[in-house]
């Protein structure tokens, strides 16, 4: 039989914007753990020289690597879930305010273009053709009946992925830049689902 799960929205405790206040020691782990997965891809593309990197890029490559892989798991935590998806509290200041905005908090990922300036020769066209395609995709799912939003996110990432192989392709050593990007925003940020605690 299934486990139920009890689903909890209440929090108490210090801001986490991280891994959302209240998050358990487990869940944490969990997203620190998976901050290491694609720099280590992306170290092993420096090491085996790969990619033609300057140093900046691969400090601006392993920071973005950093971000989408732990940020990543860290949106799909159930405390992420749970802390994102409702009210700012008074103690969460002006920051929590800017970052519960789900609009706000996508324009703040300003990943493609940064890749797009600095990975491309200067490529405004895939940095600005991203960062719009990312934006209107908020904007799709925020959009959308609650009931309709994951298929939805599903659909806009499948897109998304197509058009990163596709269309709009990504400098030598980022192919995974985008996909991961609307995963861990258009997906594990935006859709909001019922955050499930320890029975």
């Known amino acids: 039989m299934p486990e139920k799960g009890r689903v909890d929205w209440d929090y108490e405790g ?13 869940e944490k782990a969990l997203a620190l753990a998976s901050a290491l997965v694609v720099p280590g891809f992306v170290l092993y593309l420096i090491v085996t020289q790969a990619v033609d990197w300057t140093m900046v890029q691969k400090i601006i490559a ?11 798991v860290s949106n799909a935590l159930n405390s992420c879930k749970r802390f994102y998806h409702t009210p700012p509290k008074p103690s969460e200041g002006k920051l929590g305010s800017l970052l519960k905005n789900p609009l706000i908090f996508t324009l ?14 200067t490529d ?4 600005l053709a991203w960062y719009g395609l990312l934006l209107a995709s908020a904007l799709a799912v925020l959009m959308t009946p609650l ?13 998304a ?29 935006l859709v909001r689902e019922e955050p499930y605690r320890r029975s």
């Open 14 to 26: 210090k801001p986490d914007f991280s891994s959302g206040t209240g998050a358990y020691g487990t």
């Open 62 to 72: 392993l920071v973005l690597a950093v971000d989408i892989s732990g940020g990543l």
């Open 108 to 121: 703040f990922h300003i990943h493609p273009i940064a890749a797009g300036l600095v990975f491309a020769d």
């Open 124 to 127: 405004w066209f895939f940095g």
């Open 147 to 159: 009931y309709l939003q994951r298929p939805v996110a599903m659909l806009l990432i499948m897109s």
């Open 161 to 189: 992925v197509m058009i990163n192989f596709y269309g709009i392709q990504a400098a030598n050593g980022l192919e995974w830049l985008m996909p991961l990007l609307f995963i861990k925003i258009v997906y594990g940020h």
